[in-house]
């Protein structure tokens, strides 16, 4: 049925924009999450064969630990230092010129960690692996950032959902090319970990094509004819003023406050409550555990029964149920909202971490329990990517107004990327001190955070950035007002946007 709206339609230039934008950016931070799990092992032998080699005795085995687990923790550490890069450089390069702008941290790390091997040095992957980490980083801020202000309201959470999609795929594609018979031996790993540099490649040669956000042009550069002609092209009709007139009302009510930076932005009382709920919601989607389970994937598995010759079947199988679940989301978040499926996913992987922690402790008396416990991962990535995956960057481009979200999605990144790095960094020994019970504290940081979802959250779906900053006031107590009065039906034609008063108390 042909929707009534011409707005409501899904054109083939906003189509093709989302998924160049998605998958040059948003598939390699997924690729590089998942893409040295399955060659560990052999990339460990390579690690204690170099130190062999160089100091003719062998890597003690706590060294070999800290290596590995700084070899997976710079990636998240990279991502840290790439998302506080956000704000200064979409505001000067624009969202797609970042967007290029970053495939520099792709393409480089890609050949390091390609020619690792031939220049015998372990320390390149982990240099690699924090600068491709600081691609992720700006990746994971600004797609968000710059699908949310290409898309219309009515398609905005299923156009962002796409880059998690695409974050999913790159897992799934890292985790079947690391099956032995392909990549994931001693021959294959140094080309699974340098073809992170083809989607840069892609991205650099096809995203020139496409527009600059719209928003961007207009209340941040002040070019209203480059803005209209985006949206004509974006939206596939002529008539877009409805549109420009919203960004204009956004751009009034943003005034008094100017371009905020992140120290402006922490002090600001009418946005205390949606800073404190991205921090609280990305907070959570990371110390949830998810990444544990995809960074370490393989003793996982082994700790919960799973035959070393099988381990990589379930690895793929987990980690198509993933996509498969994210396909899911993109085609309910718009009709479902973003609250429920986020308190439903929290609250699937808290029950989820529970159940684990008790397979994990009685399977060694039950004969069938190691399967259960596969079960619990199975149900944990279904539940994380129903919600807690794909929602917390939408929700945190959704909360914010234009000049305020660059600065907001720089803090929202900068507290993903440091939970993300705690995680990597820390599972491996607390798997050591806690054993069976690590994923209790997985467990209660979901509870916490779903609790906080239902009380304070409000539901964003189908509202424009300015209608989520008004629900917020009250919570904040200010309040942000527009004379409705002064609107008129039409824009004048001596001064079309001089249409609104907007008033900050």
Known sequence: QEPQNPRERLTV?????????????????????????????????????????????????DFLTLLWSLSVSMFPLGGFF??????????????????????????????????????????????ARFIV?????LASNVVPMYLSELAPKNLRGAICIVTELLITSGILLAQTLGIRHILGNSTGWTIMLGLTGIPAVIELLLLPFFPESPRYMLIQKGDEKRARKILQRLRGWEDVDEELLEMRLE????????????????????????????????????????????????????NAGVRQNDIQYVTVGTGAVNVCMVVAAVSIVESSGRKLLLVCGFA??????????????????????????IACVVVYIMGHAIGPGPLPFLVTSEMFRQ???????????????????IVGLAFPYLEKGLG??????????CLVTLVYIWIVVPETKNKTFLEISQMFDKRNKVEIKLDAGDLPLKESKENPWDVAKVTAF
Request: aromatic share 14%; net charge neutral; hydrophobic share 50%.
């Open 133 to 137: 980490g600081m691609c992720a980083g």
């Open 348 to 373: 699937v992987n808290c029950v989820a971490c529970v159940l684990f922690t008790v397979a994990l402790n009685l399977q060694d008396s039950v004969a069938w329990m190691p399967y259960v416990s």
């Open 436 to 445: 069976n019970y690590s994923f209790l504290i997985f467990a209660f940081i």
């Open 82 to 127: 790439g998302s506080i890069m956000v704000a200064p450089l979409v505001n000067k390069l624009g969202r797609k010129g970042t967007l290029l702008f970053n495939n520099i941290f792709s393409i480089i790390p890609a050949v390091m960690m390609g020619v690792s091997e031939i220049a015998k040095s372990y320390e390149i992957i982990i240099v």
């Open 13 to 61: 230039v906003l189509a093709l924009a989302t998924f160049i934008s998605a998958f040059g950016s948003s598939f390699q931070y997924g690729y590089n999450v998942a893409v040295i799990n399955s060659p560990s092992e052999f990339m460990q032998q390579f690690y204690n064969t170099t130190y062999m080699e160089r100091y003719n005795s062998p890597m003690e085995e």
């Open 251 to 302: 751009e009034q009510s943003e005034k008094a406050e100017g371009r905020l930076t992140v120290l402006n932005l922490l002090s600001q009382r009418s946005l205390r409550w949606q800073l404190i709920s991205i921090i609280v919601i990305n907070m959570g989607q990371q110390l949830s555990g998810v990444n544990a389970i995809f960074y370490y994937a393989n003793s996982i598995y082994a």
């Open 403 to 421: 000049t305020a979200r660059p600065a907001a999605l720089m803090i929202a990144g900068g507290v993903h990327w440091l939970s993300n790095f």
